[in-house]
């Protein structure tokens, strides 16, 4: 039960798998995507950060994101791990913050960023507001991003699922010295691609 569950209106998939189909449901509708993969040399440099204040497993991290005086709790059923709910000042945007079982109490191991528009129930959920304008990671991803600032920053060794003008980026850190450090199994991140500009940003460590 991790970050990468799928839900009707997640772009998340369990496995990529080259040269295969899946379905996979947008904006609540399904859908099926082609899949390729991109092979190059340059490396993938994971992000682990949201505004350079939250990191993924850092539980000392959390108060400098978040001030709010509330002791924050995780809520289940929204994806298949619990997660907290954060919103930007014009609540429009906003951050699940996932803790997988056993995990300690605001060190989370997923971070998916996205609209509000896209999932209309995050709204009746318990949500902390924070002061940030936009969220954003540390190589700066952010949500309306072009498809081809994306790539100049994070590189091209993807795999892809296209859709019409659909398209789920797929990238992986698996054994190596960055994954080890964290004691995890692997690492992804993914993004969503509407109209070439990402529409939601998920990223973070397989469940172990």
Not at 168 to 176: G, K, Q, T
Request: proline content about 2%.
């Amino acid at each position: 039960m991790n970050c990468e569950s799928n839900n009707k209106t997640e772009f998340i998939q369990n496995q990529v798998k080259s040269d295969s189909t899946k379905n996979i449901s947008v904006l609540g509708h399904t859908t099926k995507y082609k899949q390729h993969t991109h092979n190059v040399t340059t490396n993938f440099i994971p992000d682990t950060t949201i505004n350079q204040k939250l990191y993924l497993e850092d539980d000392k991290s959390f108060h400098n994101f978040y001030s709010g005086n509330d002791n924050t709790l995780t809520i289940k059923e929204i994806r298949e791990s619990p997660v907290a709910i954060f919103r930007n000042v014009s609540n429009t945007q906003y951050l699940l913050a996932y803790q997988y079982e056993s995990g300690s109490r605001n060190a989370f191991d997923c971070f998916e960023i996205g609209y509000f528009t896209d999932d209309q129930t995050l709204k009746s959920k318990k949500v902390y507001k924070t002061e940030i304008d936009e969220f954003k990671t540390e190589s700066n991803l952010y949500l309306g991003i072009s498809f081809k600032d994306l790539i100049r920053i994070k590189g091209k060794n993807y795999k892809t699922e296209i859709h019409k003008n659909i398209t789920l980026i797929i990238y992986r850190a698996n054994d190596s010295a960055f994954v080890n450090r964290y004691h995890m199994p692997g690492y992804f991140m993914k993004i969503l691609i509407i109209d070439n500009k990402a529409f939601k940003i998920t990223f973070g460590f397989d469940y172990p």
